[in-house]
């Protein structure tokens, strides 16, 4: 589960380099840089959290098993054509990223600080996705966060 988070997280951080790289996008390019960066440093924690859990025997490193690639990144926004289509994609990686946080905090109860840790990366990308909800022209956003107490 923390291997497809951190993979999800690398996806995060290419669509927002390729979205930055796009014409067009003006004051957006705040939340674009914001996005970009956010997941480049929860790559760094997630790894962290995966270096404490991994089993030395058979798992590989993160970086092994990262088979995104450019090119994946940028069929799912070839097609996007001004900042609300943009927005759009981009809202749907962060819906998939809530997701792997949600079901990965269900193994984690063990472990506080790891969980806050993921809380607070839950936290932040829902705030991304509201972001971006609001970014996108005539849609309602009808996902429920809930960082759990």
């Not at 956010?38 to 025997?57: G, P, T």
């Not at 063990?110 to 972001?131: G, K, N, V």
Request: aromatic residues 10%; glycine residues 4%; contains cysteine.
């Amino acid at each position: 589960m923390i291997r497809a988070l951190w993979n999800e997280q690398k996806k995060r951080e290419v669509l927002y380099l390729e979205a930055l790289k796009m014409d067009g996008m003006g004051p957006f390019r705040r939340v674009l840089s914001q996005g970009h960066v956010s997941a480049v440093l929860f790559q760094k924690e997630i790894r962290a959290v995966y270096d404490y859990f991994k089993c030395f025997l058979n798992d590989k490193e993160l970086a092994d098993q990262n088979q995104i690639t450019a090119h994946v990144s940028l069929q799912l926004l070839e097609n996007a054509k001004g900042k609300e289509e943009v927005a759009s994609c981009l809202k749907k990686i962060e819906a998939a990223t809530i997701q792997l946080y949600k079901s990965l905090r269900l193994y984690l109860d063990r472990e506080p600080e790891a969980q806050r840790l993921m809380d607070e990366h839950l936290i932040r990308t829902s705030e991304f996705y509201e972001m971006l909800c609001k970014l996108e022209s005539g849609n309602q956003c009808s996902y429920g966060f809930t960082a759990a107490a």
